[in-house]
Nanobody, 118 residues
Framework: VQLQASGGGLVQPGGSLRLSCVASGSIFSINTMGWYRQAPGKQRELVAVIMRGGNINYADSVKGRFTISRDNVRRTVWLQMNSLKPGDTAAYYC?????????????WGQGTLVTVSS
């Protein structure tokens, strides 16, 4: 199983970016998909997570600015990030909790860097 994330980059404050993550491999079903981030010198933190049934949780710091969505058939999760702030600068990691060939496990993508700067 692999998670391939993309969409990071450099953006000015107030701008927008859209992150994508596709899960591939021997996958039977995906429970949760989500995004975490880790800024330099800080611990990794949850940004947003979406359950298979559609329930969503956001970190307080991104509520109203970020939107997470998923397509179960395409095994893809997106994170639309609007009104970006310098404090959103971090490496963003895709995460999935899924049933695969090795049973129920969690997987991480490789991380995509988001830099918010003027």
């Amino acid at each position: 199983v692999q998670l391939q994330a993309s969409g990071g980059g450099l953006v000015q404050p107030g701008g927008s970016l859209r992150l994508s993550c596709v899960a591939s491999g021997s996958i039977f079903s995906i429970n949760t998909m989500g995004w975490y981030r880790q800024a330099p010198g800080k611990q990794r933190e949850l940004v947003a997570v979406i359950m298979r049934g559609g329930n969503i949780n956001y970190a307080d710091s991104v509520k109203g600015r970020f939107t997470i969505s998923r397509d179960n058939v395409r095994r893809t999760v997106w994170l639309q990030m609007n009104s970006l702030k310098p404090g959103d600068t971090a490496a963003y990691y895709c995460h999935a909790h899924l049933y695969g060939g090795l049973g129920l496990k969690q997987y991480w993508g490789q991380g995509t860097l988001v830099t918010v700067s003027s």
